[in-house]
Structure formats: structure tokens, C-alpha cells
């Protein structure tokens, strides 16, 4: 299998891509979900669920993970947004001009996505992030967010709020319908149209 793009396939760069950012992405929303609905007991499902019950001391702990996992994706975007823009791309299926100018746009809002999200949810941290072999500090305490006040007079609280607003909306709202075109367009060029728009993403076709 070649590393790089070839006009009837991706190669195994773009596949590595795709599919670690889909397993973080689906993984970080296992997490956070599951620190929503057990593990804080200011949101916790009542009665506990399954037989779990909330306990704040895990909350800070478990929230690093989800950190780590969405500040991988948009570290990982960013190359990967590199890679397609400079690289060969698969020629496109047959089908309408709407169809492909829906499928670009859908892709640019994906990316969107996938930069925004990191970015707005980093913004909100008020722990550092534990990385391991590093740790990033809190957003709260860079001279990056410092800047960011200063230029809107706000405070820091204000800050993480209106950021908070936005990771929200995009999570609540913005990201599981495009998830849910994307994957429904996969499946539909596969089951329906019985074209290569899914096999070519597969490492074996």
C-alpha cells in the first residue's frame, strides 16, 4: 500500500489520518458523556446508572483525558488539513455538481470542525493537561489567553464562558450532524450507489 494519494484511492497517510481522528473523536465524546451522566455529581443521571455513582474527585482526572484526546485531533488536523490541500486527491464519483460542491462543503466544515472544537475547548481548561511526557498548562494561565483579555476586556471567567458557549453549541449541535452526513454518505455511496467513495478509505479494498 503507498503512503501517498493516488487519483483511484487514498494511500495509508490520508487512511491514518482519518480513522485516528475518528476513534479520538468518538472516544473524547465516550469520555466526556460519561463523566455528564456518572462521574460529576452536578450532572450525574439519577439513580446512578448501571450501578455507578458520581465522585468529584474523578472528574478533574477523567477531564484530562478528554483534553488530551481533542487537543491530539486539532494538533493532528492541521497536517492532515496540509496533506490534502498539497497532495494528490482521489477523482471524484460520478454524480451531480451539486453533489460534489455538497461534498466540499461538508468536508471544509468538517475541518472547521475539527480546528474549532480544540481550540474553543482548550480555551475553557482550567487545569493543566497531562500529557504524559509533558504537561500543557491551563489556557487560563498563558500568555496567549492573557492577550486574548486584554484585547476584549474581558475577564477570565468571562472568557472561559463565551468559549464554553461555543465548544457546546459546536458539540451539541454542529457536530453529530456532520458526523451524521458524512457517515450516511459513506454508507449511501456504498449500499446504494455501490461506488469506491468508502472501499478507497479501507486499507483493504
Known amino acids: ?48 446508572l448501571f450501578g455507578l455513582s458520581a465522585d468529584a474527585h ?21 497536517p492532515r488539513l496540509l496533506w490534502r490541500l498539497a497532495g494528490t486527491r482521489p477523482d471524484p464519483v460520478p454524480g451531480s455538481r451539486l453533489e460534489h460542491l455538497a461534498s466540499e462543503v461538508a468536508h471544509g466544515a468538517l475541518y472547521g470542525l475539527l480546528l474549532l472544537m480544540p481550540i474553543s475547548g482548550y480555551m475553557t481548561t482550567y487545569d493543566p493537561t497531562d500529557f504524559g511526557l509533558f504537561v500543557l498548562p491551563a489556557c487560563r494561565d498563558t500568555r496567549w489567553a492573557e492577550m486574548v483579555r486584554a484585547g476584549m476586556g474581558w475577564s477570565v471567567l468571562e472568557l472561559e464562558e463565551a468559549m464554553w458557549a461555543v465548544h457546546s453549541f459546536l458539540g451539541k449541535w454542529v457536530a453529530w450532524v456532520l458526523v451524521a452526513l458524512h457517515v450516511g454518505a459513506a454508507l449511501m455511496h456504498h449500499f446504494v450507489r455501490h461506488d469506491t467513495v468508502l472501499r478507497r478509505m479501507l486499507p483493504r479494498r
Not at 487514498?10 to 481522528?21: C, D, I, K, V
Not at 474523578?58 to 492541521?78: A, D, Q
Request: no cysteine.
Open 58 to 78: 474523578r472528574v478533574v482526572p477523567l477531564l484530562n483525558i478528554h483534553w488530551v484526546l481533542g487537543i491530539t485531533i486539532g494538533v493532528l488536523t492541521l
Open 1 to 48: 500500500m503507498k503512503w501517498k494519494n493516488t487519483v483511484d484511492a487514498y494511500g495509508t497517510a490520508s487512511m491514518l489520518f482519518h480513522w485516528l481522528t475518528a476513534v479520538g473523536f468518538l472516544s473524547a465524546y465516550a469520555v466526556v458523556y460519561y463523566v455528564i451522566w456518572i462521574v460529576d455529581p452536578e450532572t450525574s443521571i439519577k439513580p446512578p
